[in-house]
């Protein structure tokens, strides 16, 4: 076995780290828009020479404001996928169907916090900034996948998170406590959610031949484009709320836009899909399969 995780141990740590919405952000609490809230490793708005100091705040605000509404509506296909995949087990092992359950749980209550996140942001920045969506209609599509490679996707949603608390604690200590603090508080539950995954994720894979993993990996990949078209798009978004809040054109418009866009595939893809124990998830599933994203994941990096 590739990992000791188990349902009983996996739902007890859960319990541990559970924390409150007003631990991480009152309702009305204000954030701190004298700095920046994305780590810079994460936004990599500091190198874009093009732009002021205060414009590159600007813009590493708008790309912390796409990271609320996109884990918004990551979460929000986590949430039914947990609770599709609950519903047939409600009467087997009982700690699997209260360590599923309480992971649904707290993807709901993370859905709420990226709310209270984003009002609070609406709150104190001076223009609006447009999302891709409806968020329905982005987890209808995701969906509509063999529940492994939707699994899959999950799976490595949770581990990046992981790369977004270090970031944010490694990179310079100038980003908003109040942004430290929620991609702390994110991945201390994130962390059991992805041992609960890793299980799932195997349960799903079992007794699948060879071929048919092969299929689920295209679909996985075709999510994993889904997703892409998504972020260029959103980068395009984020460069008009930039114009519009900084009232000006920005010369190399395009430039920065497939830059941005590189940065968002590192954030939302890359992170996840280079992280060791996802790629041990593959691995233990068909070696095939983790060849074939290993292939792929210099493009999101
Ligand atoms: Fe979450
Ligand atoms: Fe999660």
């Known amino acids: 076995m590739y990992h000791d995780f188990n349902y009983e141990a996996t739902l007890a740590s859960s319990l541990r780290a559970q924390w409150q919405l007003d631990d991480v952000l009152g309702a009305d609490q204000e954030l701190d828009f004298s700095r ?10 500091a190198v874009l020479d093009t732009l002021n100091p205060f414009e590159q705040r600007i813009l590493n605000q708008i790309s912390a404001h796409q990271y609320l509404t996109i884990f918004g509506v990551v979460e ?17 092992d009982d700690w699997r169907v209260r360590a599923i359950l309480n992971f649904a749980t707290e993807e709901a209550k993370h859905i709420h916090l990226f709310k209270r996140f984003h009002d609070a942001f609406v709150r ?31 799976l490595m949603i949770e581990w990046m998170t992981q790369q977004h608390y ?10 908003d406590p109040l942004f430290k603090s929620l991609m702390k508080h994110h991945w201390m539950e994130e962390a059991q959610h992805a041992k609960l995954d890793t299980l799932i994720v195997d ?7 060879e071929a048919e993993l092969d299929r689920a990996i295209d679909e996985f990949l075709e999510i994993g484009g889904f ?14 709320a930039l114009e519009k ?16 866009h590189q940065a968002a595939r590192w954030t939302y893809i890359g992170s996840g899909m280079v992280h060791e124990r996802f790629k041990a998830t593959l691995e233990a599933i068909s ?12 493009v999101f990096a």
Do not use: W, Y
């Open 36 to 45: 920046n809230f994305m780590p810079e490793s994460l936004a990599r708005t």
């Open 76 to 92: 929000e296909f986590i949430l039914p996928f947990l609770v599709d995949h609950a519903r047939p087990h409600l009467l087997g």
């Open 124 to 154: 104190g920045f001076p223009v609006e900034c447009q999302m891709i969506g409806p968020s329905e209609a982005i987890g209808a599509e995701v969906l509509r996948h063999d529940p492994l490679a939707v699994g899959l996707v999950i």
């Open 166 to 175: 270090l970031g944010s604690i490694r990179d310079d200590g100038d980003i």
């Open 203 to 209: 349960a799903l894979a079992e007794g699948r031949s």
């Open 227 to 240: 997703l892409d078209n998504g972020l260029k798009t959103q980068a395009e978004f984020n460069l008009d």
């Open 245 to 260: 809040a900084i009232g000006r054109k920005v010369e190399n418009r395009d430039e920065i836009i497939a830059q941005q």
């Open 287 to 298: 070696p095939n399969a983790a060849k074939r994203l290993a292939e792929v994941a210099p």
